[in-house]
């Protein structure tokens, strides 16, 4: 499959807890999004990425959240102390310049 | 904020075309209006753009009036698997894909 990939696609976590997420892009794509999605809202943008740059971040993106794409290939989203109010879908996205942002199936975050 | 409006819901029956609403009244000259549709637990998936054309693809056709103040999205023989929550997103870079800034979207159910 060279779609994109989104790792775990579950997670549980207790309140205070780190989490990290991981996104592999389809392979040529040089830009990469991260988006997060609460019940019955459309996503919303968090942070993309051209190749290793991090070029835009949502205020969204509490001092609590880090992303990384360390050689411009996948990218990792962590959360450090978790809240209840970071339980959500987080979604990965990725394009080629020019066209449509293909998303991967997205990862679950619940936070007890 | 999003800059479109679309209903909260639609109905259609299977066979039948589906004509899916947006406003997008404060549409800038460079910006292309985007559909996209999300299934139950999946990521988005994109479906077709256009700046002021009419468009046509495997899955849609998409028409933009002439003033690019709205535009309809057609799913010509809805089938129940297009039952989804349709997201119509005006975007600046157009051939450069900037980030994408979702509403709340329609949710469209097709029956039998």
């Known amino acids: 499959d060279t779609g994109v990939s989104q790792n775990p696609r579950h997670k549980i976590t207790k309140r205070g807890q780190n989490v990290t997420f991981r996104c592999d892009p389809i392979s040529e794509h040089n830009r990469l999004y991260w988006y997060r999605q609460t019940l019955g809202q459309g996503p919303e943008f968090l942070t993309y990425f051209q190749n290793e740059a991090q070029l835009e971040k949502s205020r969204l993106l509490s001092d609590r959240f880090s992303a990384e794409r360390p050689k411009g290939s996948f990218s990792t989203l962590e959360i450090q102390r978790t809240e209840q109010g970071d339980s959500a879908m987080y979604l990965c996205?990725?394009?080629?310049?020019?066209?449509?942002?293909?998303f991967g199936p997205g990862t679950r975050l619940t936070v007890l | 904020d999003a800059k479109t409006t679309q209903p909260p819901s639609m109905d259609c029956a299977e066979g039948r075309a589906a004509n899916l609403p947006c406003n997008h009244s404060t549409i800038s000259g460079n910006e292309y209006v985007y559909w996209y549709r999300q299934i139950h637990s999946q990521g988005p998936q994109y479906i077709i753009h256009?700046?002021?054309n009419n468009e046509t693809n495997e899955m849609a056709s998409l028409i933009i009036t002439e003033d690019r103040k709205s535009s309809t999205l057609i799913l010509p023989h809805a089938t129940l698997r297009d039952t989804a929550v349709y997201y119509c997103?005006?975007?600046?870079?157009?051939?450069?894909?900037?980030?994408?800034?979702f509403g709340t979207g329609t949710r469209l159910q097709v029956f039998p």
């Open positions: 996205a990725s394009t080629q310049r020019g066209g449509e942002q293909f």
């Open positions: 256009g700046l002021k």
């Open positions: 997103i005006v975007s600046a870079s157009g051939y450069n894909t900037d980030k994408l800034i």
